[in-house]
């Protein structure tokens, strides 16, 4: 369902959320046309190698519409993009990845 806020003097429209899924880079590699029909469908794809977002398919039309939405912290960015879940999911996934790579820093002092 299509949701409506006004912002300022503007009417901002918020389409349905999408169903977002997670392609990694060797699933595209092998099967670029399938991704591809479900982004036609409506459908946003997030290519990720090892477990890192690289990229993001989506249909030209919302992607004409994400440029001309107003800035964005890059946090609502990614929760409007990714979706809630996967948001989370690659958020917990950057802190891990983060954690090592703190406990792989040599250390000082």
């Known amino acids: 369902m299509?949701?409506?806020?006004?912002?300022?003097?503007?009417?901002?429209?918020?389409?349905?959320?999408?169903?977002?899924?997670?392609?990694?880079?060797?699933?595209?590699?092998?099967?670029?046309?399938?991704?591809?029909?479900?982004?036609?469908?409506?459908?946003?794809?997030?290519?990720?190698?090892?477990?890192?977002p690289m990229a993001v398919f989506l249909e030209v039309e919302e992607a004409l519409g994400l440029c001309a939405a107003a800035l964005l912290s890059r946090q609502e960015a990614e929760r409007r993009l990714f979706g809630p879940e996967l948001d989370e999911e690659l958020r917990e996934r950057r802190t891990r990845r983060d954690r090592r790579m703190l406990d792989r820093a040599p250390k000082t002092g």
């Open 2 to 52: 299509t949701r409506y806020k006004q912002y300022g003097q503007m009417l901002v429209i918020e389409p349905p959320p999408k169903v977002v899924e997670e392609v990694s880079v060797r699933e595209l590699s092998r099967d670029t046309s399938s991704v591809l029909a479900r982004v036609a469908k409506g459908r946003r794809a997030v290519v990720t190698s090892r477990g890192t």
